[in-house]
């Protein structure tokens, strides 16, 4: 039997090893999740992985990662795109509602280079309650796969419940990870809803993480995939 000669072994291994590091990065929103109409609301995009505490710098995001378009969707269902700027390990952004309503902050991102033969695309979204709101939201434009919690007073050892669309409708068991700032992680699967619920022990900020990974061939880049892989956050604050 011929073997692989070594450099087409080290080149498979490569793609394996920036699949998985791909996989296992995500992208992140942080902002107040109750605004004020006519206050300027604060926006950070991290990129890493939430539940080992790191915050990758930005020079070092993956492919072309730095370059994704932050977007705001208004109460009437209108998105404006918001400008970035680049710190140490975020990008940071701000706007300004001008009307009371639920908004949607999101980002949507197929990053340039291949993953072996995966193509992936890097979604975040986090919604903001300004005056008088609706507490969720109906008609998302972007991203098409969407993990949504309320935003709220969501509090220790009280039922938070996430819900997971994908193209505007329910997604049943779906996995959906959450993540607390001291580390602790699980995997929960979504009912025939769409919803997962849980009790949170911990206060501070949670990362909620979803996936979908499928079989699509196509171009991407001048370069041929045999999957498709989309991975969708969201965050919210216990207190």
Request: hydrophobic share 40%; net charge negative.
């Amino acid at each position: 039997m011929k073997k692989a000669p070594l450099f087409v072994l080290l080149i498979a291994l490569l793609s394996n090893c920036l699949s998985q590091t791909a996989h296992a990065h995500a992208l992140w929103i942080e902002a107040s999740q109750i605004g004020k109409k006519n206050g300027t609301q604060t926006v950070k995009v991290f990129y890493g992985e939430y539940e080992h505490g790191t915050r990758d710098l930005v020079k070092d995001w993956y492919a072309d990662l730095s370059k994704l378009e932050l977007w705001i969707q208004h109460p009437n269902g209108q998105s404006t795109r918001i400008e970035t700027t680049a710190a140490d390990d975020h990008l940071s952004a701000s706007f300004t509602p001008e009307q009371d309503g639920l908004y949607l902050i999101h980002t949507t991102h197929a990053a340039s280079e291949l993953g072996g033969q995966t193509k992936y695309i890097f979604s975040a979204s986090l919604p903001v309650a300004v005056g008088q709101s609706d507490l969720i939201i109906t008609n998302p434009k972007e991203p098409n796969l969407l993990a949504f919690v309320a935003p709220g007073e969501n509090r220790v050892k009280q039922t938070v419940n996430i819900v997971v669309l994908d193209e505007g409708n329910a997604l049943a068991d779906a996995a959906v990870t959450v993540i607390s700032a001291e580390g602790w992680a699980k995997t929960f699967k979504t009912d025939a809803t769409g919803k997962v619920s849980f009790q949170p022990l911990w206060k501070g900020m949670y990362v909620v993480e979803t996936s979908k990974y499928l079989p699509k061939e196509g171009v991407w880049n001048d370069k041929p995939h045999t999957h498709v892989w989309q991975g969708s956050t969201t965050t919210f604050i216990v207190k």
